[in-house]
């Protein structure tokens, strides 16, 4: 269901796309992510309508700069499970091409969960009473 990316370059994880991450939140994710025993606040900021992962010192709280791993991986948004797939409004679902393993996703991965992601920022816009498509 989910996009599967060989994330390791170089001996270690890449995890750039957990710098500076805007990434949203549904509801669902919250939820998983409380039911781990994380308050709200430690995870959870608000930016254009959405509320989204926080970045400390610049990178997503769940982020292990050492490994570069995920310490959240099997319980992540869904937003990270779908990336690098991203939506543009001039250009509709695309690979982000700051993702260094960009051109190893196969475009019967990009077909299969194009709806998906779509499905995801629908649900996005119903929670949060926000315009995103
Ligand atoms: S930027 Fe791409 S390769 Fe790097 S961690 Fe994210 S999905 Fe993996
Ligand atoms: S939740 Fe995990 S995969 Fe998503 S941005 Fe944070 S560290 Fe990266």
Known sequence: MWLRVDCRLNNRYCGRCCYKTEMPLSSEDIKRIEDLGYPRDHFLIWRKGLPRLRNTDGHCVFLDVTSGKCTIYPHRPEGCRLYPLIYMRA?????????????????????????????????LEEEYCVKLL
């Open 91 to 123: 250009r509709g679902v695309m690979v982000d091409p700051l993702c260094p393993k960009a051109n190893s996703i196969p475009i019967s991965d990009v077909r299969r969960l194009a709806p998906v992601l779509i499905k995801l920022i629908r649900k």
